[in-house]
């Protein structure tokens, strides 16, 4: 399975503070997305990093990718209140028309 | 910004009940999902389609699960005989192509009583 999991799990940290969430993943990616997700909510796409990609920005968001490693951290800089929401971080198989696979989720709380 | 829209937000069904979840994906879109989410779980892939057919499905997309697009624009997912088991948020989604972001739409909570 291509499957990522991150971690950890749950994160609480105060806000202004920056915010590190981990992905690990077992199989050769095309590439690999984060996906932010508000309580009861639907998934909102963040940021898509490709295999031959080894970091990328957007605004106060940092993603890393270490092929070797198989592994993703995806950095929140400066939180916010409003960053409170569960990550997630999905990988996209080398096929063509392979599906999106999601890990479990950190649930990130950002304390004011 | 383009969206994808789905309806119902909200569906409440008794068990053995037939239900349709409907989706309008952004229309130039070529690729379409449904994914699960049971509460508190992670996101669950069911089925991939593309050129209007199946291209995938997972083992929780059983003989009870079907997709259609019937008109070329809706999207949709219907449940035959639904369990308990089935109460979840469903997601529909869809993308450009291969290595492109996903959209997804702000999901159907079904809950089977």
């Known amino acids: 399975s291509q499957q990522g999991e991150e971690d950890p799990q749950a994160l609480s940290i105060q806000e202004g503070e920056n915010a590190t969430m981990n992905c690990s993943y077992k199989t050769s990616i095309n590439n690999l997305q984060w996906y932010r997700q508000n309580s009861g909510r639907g998934l909102v796409h963040l940021i898509l990093i490709r295999s031959n990609e080894r970091e990328k920005h957007s605004g106060r968001l940092r993603v890393t990718l270490d092929t070797s490693k198989k592994s993703s951290s995806l950095l929140i800089t400066a939180s916010r209140a409003a960053d409170t929401a569960s990550y997630f971080c999905a990988t996209e198989g080398m096929n063509r028309d392979d599906k999106i696979i999601f890990g479990k989720g950190t649930r990130l709380h950002i304390l004011p | 910004e383009p969206e994808v829209t789905q309806t119902p937000s909200h569906q409440v069904t008794q068990m053995g009940q037939e239900v349709i979840l409907r989706c309008v994906p952004i229309?130039?879109?070529?690729?379409f999902y449904w994914y699960r989410q049971i509460l508190g779980q992670k996101v669950e892939f069911l089925v991939s389609f593309y050129n209007n057919e199946i291209s995938e499905k997972s083992e929780i997309f059983d003989d009870q699960f079907s997709v259609e697009r019937p008109d070329g624009s809706n999207f949709t997912l219907k449940i035959r005989s639904t369990k308990l088991e089935d109460s979840a948020m469903y997601f529909c989604?869809?993308?450009?192509?291969?290595?492109?972001?996903?959209?997804f739409g702000s999901g159907t909570r079904l809950t089977v009583v």
């Open positions: 229309s130039n879109h070529l690729y």
């Open positions: 989604a869809g993308h450009l192509g291969p290595g492109g972001g996903y959209t």
